[in-house]
Structures are given as structure tokens and as C-alpha cells.
């Protein structure tokens, strides 16, 4: 099950799709981030119906 924190970003990604179905989600990640943090953010993705989710990783210190 979803922390509150899950839950809360799930519903926000919910409303952005009822308000685009074709909403797409990209995710910058660095290198640092905890893996485990990036699969709940793309769990919630797709518990949402984004059908557009793309990550990206940067290394530590780049814009």
C-alpha cells in the first residue's frame, strides 16, 4: 500500500490526467536518489493511467 505521501501524488496526477488523458510524465533523477523513490513516483504513474512516463538521470552538481 502507498504512504500518504504515494497517495497524495497519485490523486494530483489523477486530476492532471481527467484533465488531459494524454498527459506525459517526465522525471529527473540524479544518480544519488534512491532507486526505491524513483519505482513509487512511476508506480503512481501508472496507478494514475499516465501512459507517458520517460526518467532521466544527471549526475550530482549538473543542472
Not at 27 to 32: K, V
Request: hydrophobic letters at 40%.
Amino acid at each position: 500500500r502507498p504512504s500518504r505521501a504515494g497517495e497524495k501524488l497519485q490523486e494530483e496526477l489523477a486530476a492532471k490526467v481527467k484533465e488531459n488523458p494524454n498527459v506525459a510524465l517526465a522525471i529527473r533523477s540524479d544518480t544519488e536518489a534512491p532507486v526505491g523513490q524513483l519505482v513509487k513516483v512511476m508506480d503512481a504513474a501508472k496507478a494514475a493511467h499516465i501512459k507517458a512516463v520517460t526518467a532521466y538521470t544527471k549526475q550530482p552538481g549538473q543542472k
